[in-house]
């Protein structure tokens, strides 16, 4: 059974750094994504970053890049998102999903729990 716990959440002041992870268990091979989203209240969901375990390759979305690194931990079975500079707009809970791409505007094969982050001004 595959489980995603995503951790690393609270509040962060803004202009800061915040850095969150996700542990995936259960995975039969690396031919995985992992793939971080956001939803703040009231928007729309959002494909936030991700990365395939098999080469290291990596998606950013607009909103975060240049600010934003997705890195893996093979060894651990852990995916951490930095996020620098952070700034309001940031504030959301934020979900670690998993599927076969890095697609992250379709399905999601693999969800797990999210973890909350506000920034304060």
């Known amino acids: 059974e595959v489980q995603l716990q995503a951790s690393g959440g609270g509040l962060v002041q803004a202009g800061g750094s915040l850095k969150l992870s996700c542990a995936a268990a259960?995975?039969?091979?690396?031919?995985?994504?992992i793939r971080w989203y956001r939803q703040a209240p009231g928007k729309e969901r959002e494909g936030v970053s991700c990365i395939w375990l098999s080469n290291g390759a990596t998606y950013y979305a607009h909103s975060v890049k240049g600010r934003a690194t997705i890195s893996s931990d093979n060894a651990k079975n852990t995916v951490h998102l930095q996020i620098h500079n952070v700034k309001s707009e940031d504030t959301a809970v934020y979900y670690c999903?998993?599927?076969?791409?890095?697609?992250?505007?379709?399905?999601?094969?693999?969800w797990g729990r999210g973890t909350q982050v506000t920034v304060s001004s």
């Open positions: 999903g998993a599927d076969q791409d890095c697609a992250v505007e379709g399905p999601t094969e693999y």
């Open positions: 259960g995975f039969t091979s690396d031919d995985y994504a």
